[in-house]
């Protein structure tokens, strides 16, 4: 049981994306948020100066608004997947103590009484 604690160990949020994103293991990028989102945003806003030198660009305005909603619709995918996992783990550990219903469906009488 011990490798358990060793792959437990090694788990954090970045090498889990990474895994279901991408299918690869932990990434050994140790730059925070805010530095990797910076550094592709410059990159972006130079490649975009070179069709539109405009410091109020549409296309940057459009950019945006598409990594914006991008972020959202991910969060709440995210926020989703997390809920479901934890209402998986905690079906594993009610199994483990024999705790498990195999009905899913709230027993009526037992919540009437």
């Known amino acids: 049981m011990a490798y358990i604690h060793e792959i437990l160990g090694k788990a954090n949020i970045r090498s ?7 299918g690869l293991g932990p990434d050994e990028d140790t730059r925070n948020y805010e530095e990797r989102i910076d550094e592709l945003y410059d990159k972006f806003e130079d490649a975009v100066k070179k069709y539109d030198p405009n410091p109020t660009s549409e296309l940057l305005d459009l950019s945006n608004e598409i990594s914006s909603e991008t972020a959202s619709v991910y969060t709440e995918i995210g926020l989703q997947m997390g809920i479901l996992l ?8 009610r199994r483990e103590k ?5 009905n899913t469906e709230i027993d009526y009488e037992q919540t009437n009484l």
């Open 98 to 102: 024999g705790q498990y219903r195999h």
């Open 86 to 93: 934890v209402v998986d783990m905690a079906a594993n550990l």
């Open 16 to 22: 889990v994306a990474d895994f279901l994103l991408f």
